[in-house]
């Protein structure tokens, strides 16, 4: 940290022992849980199947992605930043819809209520944020073309509601994978207590990074909010 970086990858790579952390964190928590849990004739196991990967994995690289590209200026670099961020978002996002109709057939085939839990409360708001949070971060990527409808004056605030309801999507699917790692259809003995330090390691780096990593000219806040946000 310190200089900008010279380019997208350079931006995006981890460059620190904190960010091979959470980098090897997301990569086994996103693989391991399916290797452990998936069963092609069990309906249920792709729910924590695709919502490892998607928030445990994709997700968390995207918001560090999202995080990290902060300190890149306008152009071409951003832009190409921007991009990968936007794709592993979408990703993750088609991941989360897959496990939700995952749990919610199989409730439904099993005959059992839905969004009764405090995981299950707390991931439905989570799912409705993860499809929030996208949608508004296609408006705010100006390379669409749909910032052009917003009036310009308004333009970093929607930019600025993007980085917050991401960053706060991501901590309650963080909150939500969390409550389930101790029920007994998904607990694995000691490898879930590998996948609770993990989480740990995940949500302290996404802290870290919030705050550590440069803003350069756009200073992630309502207060704060600059017209330059509208060359990207």
């Not at 799912?127 to 409808?149: E, M, N, Q």
């Amino acid at each position: 940290m310190g200089d900008e970086p010279a380019d997208a990858l350079a931006a995006l790579w981890p460059r620190s022992l904190a960010d091979l952390a959470v980098v090897g964190a997301c990569a086994f928590f996103g693989f391991t849980v399916p290797i452990s849990l998936f069963d092609s004739t069990v309906l249920f196991t792709y729910h924590p199947t695709c919502m490892s990967l998607g928030f445990g994995l994709l997700m968390t690289l995207g918001v560090g992605a999202g995080l990290k590209l902060r300190a890149l200026g306008p152009g071409a670099e951003r832009v190409r930043a921007l991009w990968v961020h936007a794709a592993t978002q979408t990703l993750a996002l088609f991941l989360a819809l897959g496990g939700f109709v995952a749990i919610y057939r199989n409730k439904a085939i099993h005959d059992k209520p839905h969004f009764t839990t405090t995981h299950g409360k707390l991931g439905l708001l989570t799912i409705v944020l993860t499809v929030l949070s996208p949608t508004i971060g296609a408006v705010a990527f100006k390379r669409l073309g749909l910032l052009d409808a917003v009036p310009e004056q308004a333009r970093p605030l929607v930019k600025a509601v993007h980085r917050r309801l991401g960053l706060f999507t991501w901590c309650a699917g963080a909150l939500a994978t969390s409550l389930a790692l101790p029920h007994p259809a998904v607990d694995q003995g000691s490898l879930t207590s590998a996948w609770q330090v993990s989480m740990f390691v995940m949500c302290a780096g996404v802290a870290f990074w919030h705050f550590t990593e440069p803003k350069g000219a756009r200073r992630d806040g309502f207060a704060m909010l600059d017209t330059k946000d509208s060359q990207s």
